[in-house]
């Protein structure tokens, strides 16, 4: 997907299809802030169109080819149609089409670029290397797929710094990471995922071989020495890295890592974790961390080499990282009813609900773990069923929903069903179709000091509200 790159200035007025998502809504807040004249539209209104009106940001509600009459550039996602009818209107009429990572590339030309890549991990990690700049004062700029959350608040999804760094994440999914030209990047995993973009296993793991041939040189490149992937990653690329003089740095809990991540313990309300080196330019640290979660302690250990790396001390990297309280949607905590915590992730890849369901485990003391699980695409359901099941065995009970499309075209032979019958445990899952039905069957199957989790990338979220509501109803009947 890589394609010239134009430069801000070239821009002009710029619109952007969708512009409420994630990631499109960072990039319209650092052009705007950049000085390019910024407006978009999304189907349905959201806090974020109210967050992006008071920025002075034109929004529609709806999608209509008028929206672009008068502009010079339109952005758009992957999960914008050809069909869609500003899109149409932009294409008929020959103006400058841009995707949002190539929107998002030219943001960071010169910049000292850090893009974190791979199939689970990187809004985190590139979260808590944010976090770690902006606490330490070196004023970066960002854009991230999740609100960023500190001891002094929100710092949101994007943030336009006067500093060298830009960190970013670089998606995968569709290759259009391929887009940045990063002085450091970060491979947290090379997991299988995407494939109905890939089509197979080796173009997924040959697209991140592209992606480290974009690092500049005299650049670095930090992999995670725990995931199969990433270890033949750095293997197949290691003498081209070496010709470009980009040094590769491993993290991970193998005595063969050039930073070993010790075990994450409890300790006085937080998590502690040991990292050692021999790397002197690095050093050895203790992170204290706000988050559980083995998963966490290895994003907390690539977010430290890389702060290290780009200057910061190592007692002023360790505080960064001790102040991240986590990003929206990633073990975010959305209250207490009835005595049940109400806990919202995004996790929608095995390993994610793997890794999310051991961070449960470890803080639901005597509790049991129930999940809401919103299977995402009919090809990632059909494709990880039975690895689905196994990652949902490690909650005590588990309700499946039907499948949320995103950009796919329904698929009638794949529903949540193929993944409630996959759990290892009889009995442990069933299917609920109706979201809201679902809902309703996991409240009453919680009790007082039960962790109670909505899980998966798309709407499920919005269930949080109403499961908080329904188990105060039931204190309050009680009572």
């Known amino acids: 997907m890589t394609a010239p790159i134009p430069a801000i200035a070239e821009l002009g007025r710029t619109h952007l299809i969708g512009i409420g998502g994630a990631g499109m809504s960072a990039i319209a807040g650092l052009l705007a802030a ?7 539209s999304d189907a349905k209104d959201s806090a974020v169109l109210s967050e992006l009106r008071d920025a002075g940001v034109r929004v529609w509600v709806g999608h209509d080819a008028t929206h672009v009459d008068g502009v010079d550039t339109v952005v758009v996602s992957s999960a914008v149609r050809e069909s869609n009818p500003e899109l149409a209107r932009a294409r008929a009429t020959g103006l400058r089409v841009l995707h949002r990572s190539q929107a998002l590339a030219a943001l960071m030309a010169g910049y000292d670029g850090i893009a974190v890549a791979g199939a689970h991990g990187k809004t985190t ?25 500190s001891d002094e608040g929100p710092l949101g999804g994007s943030r336009s710094g006067a500093g060298r760094a830009f960190v970013a994440e670089a998606d995968e999914s569709d290759g259009s990471f391929l ?35 974009r690092i500049a ?23 081209d890295l070496a010709a470009r003089s980009v040094r590769v740095v491993t993290y991970g809990t193998r005595d063969d890592a050039d930073v070993v991540v010790g075990p994450l313990v409890a300790t006085d309300g937080a998590w502690v974790v040991r990292l050692t080196t021999t790397l002197a330019e690095i050093g050895g640290t203790v992170l204290r961390l706000a988050l559980p979660g083995d998963h966490n302690a290895l994003d907390a250990a690539a977010a430290y080499v890389v702060a290290r790396q780009v200057g910061l001390s190592a007692d002023a990297a360790a505080a960064g990282l001790a102040s991240f309280r986590g990003t929206g949607r990633r073990f975010e905590a959305r209250g207490t009813a009835d005595r049940v915590r109400v806990v919202d992730d995004y996790a929608h890849h095995p390993t994610e609900v793997a890794a999310l369901l051991r961070a449960a485990r470890s ?42 499309a995103a950009r796919e075209d329904p698929d009638p032979s794949v529903t949540g069903a193929l993944i409630a019958e996959r759990l290892p ?13 679902a809902a309703a069957a996991l409240v009453a199957m919680a009790r007082p000091g039960d962790l109670l989790l909505t899980v998966g990338a798309g709407d499920v979220t919005e269930l949080a509200p109403e499961i908080l509501a329904a188990l105060a109803t039931r204190e309050t009947d009680r009572a």
């Open 125 to 149: 990690t590139s979260a808590m290397i944010a976090t770690a700049l902006v606490q330490a004062g070196a004023d970066p700029s960002f854009a991230i797929g999740g609100t960023v959350l």
């Open 425 to 437: 445990t009889a009995g442990k899952a069933r299917f609920v179709g109706d979201r809201h039905a």
């Open 217 to 239: 040189a005299g650049g670095l490149l930090v992999v995670c020495a725990d995931d199969d992937g990433a270890r033949r990653l750095v293997a197949r690329t290691r003498v």
């Open 34 to 40: 950049r000085g390019v004249p910024v407006c978009g």
């Open 179 to 213: 887009n940045y030209a990063p002085m450091v990047a970060v491979v947290t995993n090379v997991e299988p995922d995407h494939l109905d973009h890939y089509g197979s296993r080796a173009a997924f793991d040959d697209a991140f071989v592209a992606f480290t041939g």
């Open 363 to 404: 803080v639901a003391g005597t509790g049991h773990v129930l999940v809401l699980f919103q299977p995402h695409l009919f090809s990632r359901t059909r494709t990880f069923a039975t690895e689905f099941g196994a990652a949902l065995d490690l909650a005590d009970s588990v309700v499946v929903t039907d499948v949320y």
